[in-house]
Structures are given as structure tokens and as C-alpha cells.
């Protein structure tokens, strides 16, 4: 299947849903317009295990009460790598460590974060979309609508928790078990219910008959296009419905290779996904993508299981370094690893933390300051005011929120963040 | 839509008058009512009306509440009912399942999840379909479970028969609909020093549309978390944790005779034990009711059980202050109006919503009363009308339910592999896909997975468009199949052609009837659509020889009217 993009336009249907509504041309941002790669740490990650060293400090329950004393390798220690002091623990978390050396020149961290509440949801819509309630996208969704149009699929999840907003349109979802590769590629064989014997797929048109259908499907939607207008809903659902089917037959005739890489069911963790990222960015699919970083932090019982989810995470995020730099995307992606919250200070009677409202973020590749801190918490993990626009911590500065970090990372990726969120001032530290 | 609900104050609300059954203002026509109906149908069942009512409707548009009753009387409509609540506590979510050990060996996981998610839901399916007051779904003294579910869990008594049945549970615990029911506490557990806030908000949350997590927590890192005492002492002083803890702690002193914690790894480690000692506790079937946890907040410094400031005894008396809360009529209607109207919750204002919350109070809560004021106000009935809702996005479940009510086709996979077959061990099951997130579509076509996805899509996706594609391509072929198997009278859809009809006027005569049953819509022979669709019909039988040509023309056909933009929206 051949598709012309905006061909339903050529067709005589509708035009763009922005112009229906009326909404205002947007100003450019003062960045290029660049890729994101959204990674989640999902859980809520004891930072003090990584990004935010508080060794010795007698207020805060640090990754030392887990060294073996037996075992003289497994200690923790400050290390100042790249230019960013960090917990390490060359025998727990050896790929910490690593992915500093080889890429910490070009991360920032950003400490001290306010994030105001202590649920995952609560914590998750905060973090990603800048709002704690409303139409925003995350992030990624976000970057995607206004820098990535041009994209078949301008926004991929490959989270399956993608926050889509008002911007579902513009977003595709691979599933938790790459689900999506039995509808791109038909041929997939899947088994049908117990004892029916049925093999899927029962039945697909012929190449033949694509053309047909494609028509067929294109003068349907001309003709539902012309029911815009009247009702401002079924004017977007319309445009929405155009718009992905447009977007969907695009995503079916350019994104053969991508289909090829997807395994059913295949968990899209980051060290499996990392080359199908590179893909998805290097082909132009789509210029936006969310994934987990792997594994679960949320560590209620036993905060000892930190260790390995660090080392999960670092893992991931260091094959999907490696895999950006070969596909040459380095100078033009940004990528931006978070966690919703990070954990209580102390821990608790079963020796795991609790939720806490601030966290800390990672920020890497075009366009960032590299190489350096910026934010901080207090021995108790509260945010330090910071100058938003160095990102230095001062007294005369401001409490760094999740609103002004998202906005922040909506200039860099080329969007401006006043369209999304108004009231935000751009936390500008972490930018070169 | 902000126009809509003052029109109900003034005709119908609360005065036992009747609520105009079509339209508005403008001439009903027999093409409206049509209209009205497919919607009403799709909002309440999930798929088309028949043939046979929209032939009644068209001659007779006064006829469509009396419809409307028949449809609130069917499993269709319970179905809807049971989704809509799903939306709201979030409890079909795959990390419900417990395992498949011990007597319960052999089950499937999916059947043995369903014991879990589908309680609460079941309940209140059973409360609105046998007409009973609304609030029972906070103060029943019974619940509904399935067969599975007294080998799962103790002390619970169910009537015999297959599939979802009345039940008691004999341990003693209080009567509260819902909030006795071990499926929604298994959804929502309470570990470690949380002290049964993640339950009390839920219950604020989904009951009372008044979360917790809407509020910024300041939290200061000045408290010792790792003090029980000092951190007592907190949310009992200082005024940024009192705030919301002088409500949540009392609502959640109410679930400390709930089993805090209960999941796979509790009862694997439990049979891995052989069951003995303490470990019984974890063996099926699982007691989830403590009653001597009752004074557990002492233990742990939280409030005693109290409900905004009023006294509170137990789940008994929760249930009843909450069914008593003119917030629990109000954001049930909240509910129901987002629901049902596609409009999130947060955006319907409280003047919209008095009305009809009046009208539900005065009626006794009588949920299906809400149900009929909502989907046959005036400005529910045409997609296009200026000041109407608007077209809806066809959820998951209804996309499944009007693609099986027309072809009767059902997608679903089975990944049991052969070690599964023989052994009969750590089966999955038959997956419906728009009822899976782990292999199947739920979230990926726009629904939620009631963990990580707890929003649905109300549009368009390229990932729904596609999965709409491809249950396209098989519910025709399946049904194409079917239908030239079987003698006429029992098609679903091809009852005016056989297999090798080519002739022109018998194949658009054909599509006729297909347009009225998908899209309710009168069309000629030589309409334009049904030109279109011809069109398709003829190019594809003139590419094919054979006897089957036709019948594959008529699958290439039916694949492109399954994926007409009046299947994905409504």
C-alpha cells in the first residue's frame, strides 16, 4: 500500500484540526527542532543510590547499610565522574559507574526536583506532563505534536504508559509484548481460541486489493469530513479519525524494517528495544519515543533491591547511548531518563523506603550542558532553591518544580513551552 | 453540552414528568430517530440496534424508551455497566491473578484473575440490572462472585450455578456493597507504613470524586520517617500533614480488618511451605476478612474510624455515611455523565450536574433512571448538532461487541503452548483482545489497563486504526464463511446472496441491507455509498475466477464497511 501523506486532503476533505479550532500559530522556540527518547524510571528511585550521593550524611539511610563486610569489594563510595559526584558501588552497580565514563560529558543531572505528592499516578502525571491535572501530553507526546508532524508516527510509546493527552492521534503503541507486530504485519501467525484449530490470519485482502480499499476507506472519510464544522467535537474526532488512519497507513508502508525488529512477546525492555529505537529515529518513523528503563524501584520492603535496579536501568540506558551514537542521532536527540518520585530519607520498619516528593532527572545529548550538576537537595532530600536559568543552587532562588523541568525540556527539544504551560517559568540550567 | 442538562430541569427533573423521547427542538424525522437510536444502543449496549428496531423506531419514534428499558434489561447493558466502574476503581488489571496451585491447579490464569477483578464489578452490575437503589453498591449485605470463587477465598457462601452468582460471605463482615468485597481490597493492598491511605483515597476517589492526589503535599524532610512516634506526632500537629490526614487516616481505619497485603508470592511461598503453621493463612481458601485487626490504628498511632468528622464504627457504618453523602449521589452522576457522554469528569461543573443529581436522589437512586435522562436528553440524540455532545469514539469493548453482533465474530488468541496442553499448568487461557493488555489491544486501542494506563482514549489512534484493520479483515472473513455455510434464514449478514451471486442488482440490494444494519441508515440501490461499495465488490470479484470469487469480493468488501469511520465513531 502506496500512500500519498495528507492525501485524505487532496481528496477535498477537511482541513487541519488546528485550523477548525481556531488555535494560534505557534512561536518557535529558540532551539532546533530535535528528537526525544522520554525514559522512565518507574517506580520512584532512590536517588541517593545514584544521582544524588548523601554517603556519611547521618540524617539520610544510605546504600552502605547493605555492604557486605565480608566482602571488601562491595562498598560505596563518592565518586566525582565526569564532573558529576555520584553514589557508586563497582561491585553492585558496576554499569553506574560506566555509563559515566563513556557518556557523563554529556549528561546533566538535575537534583532536588519538587514534585508535591507522593502517589505514582499523582507523581507520574506531574513529572511528565508538567501539570498535576489537564489535557497535556507528556513530554514526549508534547515534543512530538509540534516538532514531529512530518513523521508517520511522530510519538511511539514503547512504554505501554505513554501519557497521549490530547495528542492521541499523533501517537502509536508498540504493546507490552510488541503486540503491535500482529497488526503490521498480517502474515504474524497467532493461534485462535482453545480447540477452534484457527490459525490468524483467517483471512487478508490481497496486495491487489489495497489500492481498492485504500480509495474505498479514503472517500468514506471525505464524506464523514463533511460533517466538520457544526459540532466542535465531531470536528475533532473526525480530523482525529482521518488523521490516524492516514498516520496508521504510513506507519504500514514505510515501517516494514520496524515491524521486522518487533517481537511478540518480546517485554519492551530497554536493552531489548535500544536498536529499535535507533530504528524508529534513524528512519524518520517518528521523532518522539517513550520507553521504561527496566525493572520496578518502587522498594517498600527491602531497599537493598535498589542496587539491581540501578544496574537494570544503566544497563538499558547505556545500550541505548551506544545505539543512538551508531545510528548517528547523537548531535540531533535529546534523551531524558526520570522517575516519578524518589524515597524517603530514612527507612522504614521493614527496611525498605517509602514514597517521597521530590526526584531527581537525567538529561543527555543535544543541546545540554554536559558534564555537570545543577540543583540540589538538603541531608533531609529537600529541594535546594536554584537560579532556573543556571541552574545553580542560591538562596535568592526558586524551588525547581516539575512544571519548570518539563518546560525546560520542551525548549530544548525546539517547542515552546508557554503554549503548554503558561504560568511556568523554563528551567533552563541543564542547557548548553 | 454545557446547554443540555438545564434543559432537563426544565421539563422532566424531579417533577415525574416525561423527558422528551427524541430530539429537540427540530422535527424528528425518521432518518433522527434512527440516529438517536444507534446512538442510545451503542451508549448502553455496546452495538447496533436490529433491524427489526430500527424499523420501529423509524415508523414509530415515540417507541425508542420503551426500547431503551428492553436494552437496560440485557447482559449487553450489564457489560457496560460493569466497564463503566471498571474505569473508575481500576480493578481488571492483570496483577490481580493469584495463582494456579493447590485446588485451584489446573485453573487458567486469566479465569482465576477474573475472580479478582470482576467482584466489585459484578456487584454493581447485579444492583443496576435488578433495579435496586444505587446505593447498595455501598451497603449491600451480599455480593457476586463466580464459580471459582469459594475455592479462592473462605467463608463465602454462593449460590449454585454457572457463571456470576449471589453470595454471602459468613465471617462476619459488615454489610457495604463494595467495600466488603475482597476483589476491590486485592486491587488496592496497603503495605508497610502506609496504614491503608492508598484504600481510604481510593474510596474518596472512586465514591466520592474527592482524591487526595490532587492536592501539592509539602512535605519536609525536618520528620524522622524511620520514628514511628515522632512521625505520629506530625500528622497529628503539624499543620501541612493534618491537612489531609485528619480525613484520610479515620476513612482508612476502617479497612484494618481487610488483609493489608495478599498476592502471588504470598500464596506460592505459602504452598512451597506446604501450608503449614502460619502458612495456612495463605493457602486457599484464603481468609481475607480480620476482624480482631479492627483496633490496629491504634497500634500504629493513625486516628480512629471516622468519616469527615463524624463518627464511624466499621465498614458497616462507612457505607452508610457514604451512600447518606450528597457528594456520593453527586459523583455518581459525575460519573455516569463523563461516561456516558465521553466528557472527563473534571470538566463537568456542579450547577450541570444539580439536576440531575436531584433527579437521582428523588427517584432513590435509581441508576437506570440516570442512565435513560442521560442518553435521551435532546442534546445526547444527533452527532451534529451544534450544541450536542458530539461524536464519540467507539470504546474496545464496544468495537468487540458490534463486530461480534453483526458478523458474530469474537478475536481471541490462545498462547498456551504445549507444556501448558499437557501438563494443565500455568495456563493463560483464552485472551479476548480488547479485554488484555499483556497480548492483547485493551490500552493499545484506546482502553485502560487499570494500573499504568488508568485514562482511557476517547479518539483515534494509528494503533486503533490499525487494530480496527486487521479485526476488520477477520470478522469478514469470518463471517462471509459462515454465513454461505449456512442456510439463509441464519446469517448474520449475507441472507439475500449466495456464495456465487455476481448479479449486480442482488449485490447492491445486498449492500442496501448491510448499510441499514451497520450505519441504520435508508439508502437507494443506486445511492452513492452504495456505488462505493459496489465499486469495491466488482473490483475485487473481477480480479478472481473461480466459484469463490464472489465470496471473497464480499470479504474485501465487508473488511472496508467494518472500518467505516461510523464503526470507529458514533
Sequence with gaps: ?432 | MRRWLPLLAAVGCGSGEEVPATGGPEEVTAESARTQAMRVSMAVRGHRPSLEELDAVSEDPTVLPSLLETWMASPAFGETIRHMHADVLLTRTARSALPAVGPLAGETRNDLSAVVTEEPLALIEHIVLDDRPYTEVVTADYTVVGELAPTMFADLSRESGPGDQVAVYTDGRPAAGILSTNGLWLRFQSAGQNYQRQRANAIASALLCASYDDRDIPISGDIDLSDDEALANALNTQAECVACHQTLDPLGSHLFTIRSVLNVNNVQIAYANGCAGQAAASCYPLPVYVPQGADRWRRFGTRPPGYYGSESDDLGTLGAHIAADPRFAQCTVRRFVSYLTQTPADELTIPELAPLQARFVDSGFDARDLVEAIVLDPAFAQPDDEDGIGLMATRPFQLAATVEDLTGFRFVFNFDGAPCRQNGTNCRGDIDVVYDDTLGFRSMAGGIDGFRVTRPTWTTTPTKALFVAALAEEAAGHVVDADFASPAADRHLLGDVEADTDDETAVRAQLVTVHRRFFGIEVDADNPEIDEAFGLFDAARSRRSGPSAAAEAWKVTLTGLLQDPRILLY
Design chain 1, 1 to 432: 500500500m502506496n500512500s500519498n501523506r495528507r492525501s485524505f486532503l487532496a481528496g477535498g476533505a477537511a482541513v487541519s484540526a488546528l485550523a477548525t479550532l481556531g488555535l494560534p500559530r505557534i512561536a518557535a522556540s529558540a532551539s532546533p527542532a530535535r528528537k526525544l527518547v522520554l525514559v522512565h524510571a518507574d517506580g520512584g528511585w532512590d536517588v541517593t543510590v545514584g544521582l544524588d550521593p548523601k554517603l556519611g550524611v547521618s540524617t539520610i539511610d544510605g546504600p552502605d547499610l547493605d555492604e557486605d563486610p565480608n566482602n571488601p569489594e562491595d562498598r560505596e563510595s563518592v565518586e566525582t565522574i565526569s564532573g558529576i559526584p555520584l553514589a557508586t558501588n563497582r561491585f553492585k552497580r558496576p554499569q553506574l559507574a560506566a555509563f559515566f565514563e563513556r557518556w557523563g560529558a554529556r549528561a546533566a543531572v538535575v537534583n532536588g526536583l519538587w514534585v508535591g505528592a507522593i502517589s505514582h499516578p499523582a507523581c507520574i502525571q506531574r513529572v511528565f506532563t508538567g501539570q498535576s491535572a489537564g489535557s497535556n501530553g507528556d513530554m514526549a507526546a508534547l515534543a512530538a505534536a509540534r516538532v514531529g508532524l512530518d513523521a508517520p508516527v511522530p510519538y511511539m510509546d514503547l512504554s505501554g504508559a505513554g501519557i497521549t493527552g490530547a495528542y492521541a492521534a499523533y501517537a502509536g503503541r508498540t504493546g507490552s509484548a510488541n503486540q503491535l507486530e500482529i497488526l503490521l504485519d498480517r502474515d504474524t501467525n497467532v493461534p485462535g481460541p482453545l480447540g477452534s484449530g484457527l490459525v490468524y490470519p483467517g483471512f487478508t485482502p490481497e496486495p491487489s486489493d489495497a489500492s481498492d480499499l485504500e480509495g474505498f476507506l479514503q472517500a468514506r472519510g471525505r464524506r464523514m469530513a463533511m460533517r466538520e464544522g457544526a459540532n466542535l467535537r465531531t470536528t475533532r474526532q473526525v480530523d482525529d479519525l482521518l488523521e490516524s488512519r492516514m498516520r496508521a497507513d504510513l506507519l504500514r508502508s514505510e515501517g516494514g524494517g520496524f515491524a521486522d525488529s518487533l517481537q511478540l512477546g518480546r517485554q519492551s525492555t530497554l536493552v531489548n528495544m535500544a536498536p529499535t529505537v535507533r530504528d524508529l529515529l534513524t528512519s524518520g518513523l517518528c521523532q518522539t519515543v517513550s520507553i521504561d528503563a527496566g525493572g520496578n524501584f518502587d522498594t517498600h520492603q527491602d531497599n537493598s533491591d535498589q542496587h539491581a535496579q540501578w544496574e537494570t536501568a544503566f544497563t538499558g540506558i547505556g545500550a541505548l547511548m551506544q545505539e543512538l551514537e551508531a545510528g548517528g542521532l547523537l548531535s540531533e536527540t535529546v534523551v531524558v531518563v526520570v522517575s516519578e518520585m524518589t524515597r524517603t530519607p530514612r527507612r522504614n520498619a521493614q527496611g525498605g523506603k517509602d514514597h517521597w516528593s521530590t526526584t531527581s532527572a537525567m538529561v543527555l545529548g543535544a543541546g545540554v550542558s554536559g558534564g555537570r550538576v545543577v540543583g540540589g537537595s538538603t541531608d533531609t532530600l529537600d529541594s535546594r532553591p536554584v537560579d532556573l536559568q543556571t541552574g545553580e543552587v542560591t538562596a535568592s532562588g526558586v524551588t525547581p518544580r516539575y512544571d519548570n523541568f518539563v518546560a525546560g525540556v520542551l525548549e530544548l527539544v525546539g517547542v515552546d513551552p508557554a503554549e503548554f504551560l503558561p504560568s511556568s517559568e523554563v528551567y533552563r540550567g541543564f542547557h548548553a
